[in-house]
């Protein structure tokens, strides 16, 4: 079988960088598809740049807290951005708005921790979204990795993976749960892409039969 091809992506974080470890991990033992060729984080100090420097990944600062407006922060982040030339760009646990240069529309992928359109939106990040969840009263919940667009978690939905809501859960216990749900899934779509089997139509995606080996073989 012949090898799954690699693609280079940058990763853009803004906290604890759990995500963005996942991924480099499974990188690393060859089961998500991709090289991490850089790191982008949102402000200094934060335990996800010590984490990417463990996987000998370069990390760059680009503190959202020096730019008047995001447009002038968006522009430094894809200016270091195109500087690597990657195929995606990842959004793990980032969380300031970005303006997306044309030449990255469906290029940028994020992982949010409800069953979007559900939960979604400026402010809901984290834990305040698993306790809206529970204050709901929802029967279950999940992640989506999505396509970034011009609105937060609006983007067209790539893959869902869902999880039941416990009785007896706290915001916390949920978070757990659905955070495994991640680690599974994000993966699973920077494979997808790689693999080129995501065709996006309007604001859905279709997810592609894996081809056949031998070229011209099937459609």
Known sequence: MA????????ILISGSGTTMENLLQRAKDGTCHMECV?????????????????FGVPVQVVNRADYLDAQAFSR???????????????????LSYLHLPERYKGKVLNIHPSLLPKYGGKG????????????????????SVHYVDEVYDHGPIILQRKVPVQPDDTP??????????EREAYPEAVNLYAEKRLLQVAQSVRILPVKPEKAGAGK
């Open 124 to 143: 809901m990040y984290g834990i305040k979204v698993h306790q809206k969840v529970i204050k709901a009263g929802e029967k279950q919940s999940g992640c």
């Open 38 to 54: 850089g790191v982008i984080a949102s402000k200094d100090g934060i335990p996800g740049i010590a984490r990417a420097q463990k």
């Open 172 to 181: 916390e216990t949920l978070q757990e749960r659905v955070m495994e749900a």
């Open 3 to 10: 090898e799954l091809p690699k693609i280079r992506a940058v």
């Open 76 to 94: 430094q982040v894809f200016k270091m951005v195109n500087a690597v030339q990657p195929d995606v760009v990842l959004l793990a646990g980032f």
